[in-house]
């Protein structure tokens, strides 16, 4: 009911009529024929033109643009943002924290200085003065682009005509916070979403097929693999790895997010590498004690900066090419992969050291740290994403939680429940949609053993949700032992449940849940008359094992604790029925 009461939603949404930026006007052809310095790969054009359809629509925007460190992601956010101004709107540009917003500002500020546009920003320490005069001009129209960070989201931030909101690194930012844009206009303005690594929630959408979706696989120019290393804490690692990069004249981060262990970090750094220079960087400075070591650091005055996550994001530090991060554990995996793209941003080899207090840990950190080992090649960030999704789950569509499992009806009744949902709604189809639930109580999925990659699971998993015939389930199982051998019993009972929910559709049997001492079919109102008929006389004969109860459920009292011998058994009894 949930997932058709969401599609109900969306389809409504759909027929609403959204800003249509029909144009490409003066703006956008002065700054692409005069004033872009390179050409565009052909990954970002075709972005461009996506974006280009899903403005001219006249249904809202909202699209995910993914792509690694310099893959450019934020040239194509500035193109769109051109179209949204040549055709009388505004653009907000969201980022999650100062440095970051300063960065695209400046950049924006910069590369469109010479056509005419007023960009403007707004942080936490934009001043009282300063504020007063942003919020007037913003509301009469005079700012085109207002880059910022959550000071945006605040209500007394009024726009003229907001077109188009863009948000850089998504996985900073909640659903709420995210949604706040949304009633910045009406309607609400085209989302464009940028990421390296899309949240679960999010890839979630995308694999539902409710969310659209662009891919910047281009990697950049002469960029090199980051080199990634999993290793246990210790003194003479940090020797070997800052003196190794010191030595060809490089730079170190090192992440410690615990800022009582800094101090101490730095002094037994000094203790056994005297000639190096370092400081400490965190949230708990002030503004000007962290402009003044991240302004050391970008120079080359400092060898070695013991930070927090505060330099996830934003810093673009070519010479800076070594980074450790210290209790890698704790981290989740779209952090790692953005703490280790802040080095590796030159033509020079990068490394990454992700560090461990001890080697046996907890099987989640276990998954999350092999993961982001294997996947250290440009571009991997959707992979990573993918990584996370199997690992996390997808989170909640209709509620607000960005990751988590949907354990009751498991990912493969899901993926089959919002198939069904998408294609009534995409057909608007009024007819009743009946959604089929298998329950043996006992584990039916592919075990990560046997089909190491999520990615293949998960196409495995679709397969089978859209496979319309026992021939075609059939084909996906010996596929699945030509590639991987026999199956495990967990893989054996969901091609057996595939098959079940086949031949049951349409039959009006909604639902079987059977336990180890009865089983129920849930019955719909709309019931094959052949069927009821069979189970009418089933009832009749023998109503110590068969009766229907008030909630139009049929009970059969089955006593066989063996998942495998009952599972045979109802089969049978539905194929009988049937």
């Known amino acids: 009911l949930q997932l058709e009461f969401l599609m109900s939603n969306i389809f409504k949404k759909s027929k609403f009529k959204g800003f249509n930026f029909s144009k490409v006007g003066k703006s956008f052809n002065k700054f692409y024929n005069d004033h872009l310095s390179f050409s565009l790969t052909n990954a970002q054009k075709k972005v461009v033109k996506e974006i280009r359809k899903d403005f001219s629509s006249n249904a809202q925007m909202n699209r995910l643009l993914q792509g690694d460190v310099g893959s450019g992601k934020t040239i194509v956010a500035l193109l769109s943002s051109l179209i949204a101004i040549d055709n009388g709107f505004q653009v907000c540009f969201l980022a999650p924290t100062e440095i970051l917003a300063q960065q695209h500002y400046n950049s924006l500020n910069d590369s469109l200085k010479n056509i005419n546009i007023n960009v403007n920003i707004l942080t936490g320490s934009s001043s009282k003065k300063d504020r007063v005069k942003l919020f007037s001009d913003l509301k009469g129209g005079e700012i085109d682009i207002l880059v910022g960070t959550h000071a945006i989201l605040e209500d007394i931030v009024q726009f003229k005509n907001l077109g188009l909101s863009i948000v850089d690194e998504q996985h900073r930012f909640g659903v709420a916070q995210r949604a706040k844009l949304w009633k910045k206009n009406t309607p609400a303005p085209h989302v464009l979403v940028m990421t390296a690594t899309p949240i679960p929630r999010t890839m979630n959408f995308i694999f539902s097929g409710l969310k659209e979706f662009s891919f910047l696989h281009t990697p950049p120019t002469n960029r090199i693999s980051i080199k990634s290393f999993l290793k246990v804490e210790n003194l003479q690692l940090f020797k070997e790895a800052i003196s190794r990069e010191v030595s060809r004249g490089g730079q170190c981060f090192i992440v410690q997010n615990d800022i009582s262990k800094m101090e101490s970090l730095k002094k037994n750094l000094i203790s056994i590498l005297p000639e190096i220079t370092i400081d400490i960087a965190h949230g708990k400075l002030n503004k000007n004690e962290i ?271 063996n998942a495998l011998n009952r599972r045979n058994k109802i089969t049978n009894l539905i194929n009988e029925i049937l």
């Open 291 to 561: 402009s003044k070591v991240m302004g050391d650091f970008d120079l080359g005055r400092l060898d070695v900066l013991i930070c927090t996550t505060i330099v996830e994001m934003g810093l673009d530090i070519p010479n800076a090419n070594t980074i450790l991060i210290i209790d890698a554990q704790n981290f989740g995996l779209s952090q790692l992969h953005q703490l280790r793209g802040r080095v590796g941003r030159s033509i020079k080899q990068g490394y990454c050291y992700f560090l461990i207090p001890i080697p046996d840990l907890s099987r989640i950190a276990k998954n999350r740290l092999d993961s982001i080992i294997r996947l250290s090649d440009l571009g991997s960030g959707f992979f990573i994403a993918q990584e996370d999704l199997e690992i996390r789950g997808g989170g909640e569509i209709l509620g607000d939680k960005q990751s988590g499992h949907i354990n009751t009806i498991g990912i493969n009744l899901y993926l089959s429940m919002l198939k069904n949902a998408l294609n009534k709604f995409k057909n608007n189809d009024e007819k009743e949609l009946i959604q089929t639930e298998i329950n043996f109580y006992d584990s039916s999925y592919i075990n990560d053993d046997y089909l190491p990659s999520p990615l293949e699971r998960l196409k495995i998993y679709k397969s089978l949700n859209s496979a319309s015939s026992i021939d075609e389930i059939n084909k996906i199982k010996n596929d699945l032992i030509d590639r991987c051998g026999a199956l495990t019993e967990e893989i054996i009972n969901l091609i057996s449940d595939t098959k079940l929910a086949i031949n049951i559709k349409n039959s009006g049997i909604l639902k079987i849940n059977s336990s180890k001492i009865k089983t129920s079919l849930l019955l719909s109102s709309n019931l094959n008359k052949g069927v009821f008929d069979k189970i009418l006389t089933l009832v009749t004969k023998e109503p110590n094992i068969y009766n229907i109860n008030k909630e139009n459920k049929l009970i059969i009292n089955l006593n066989e604790s």
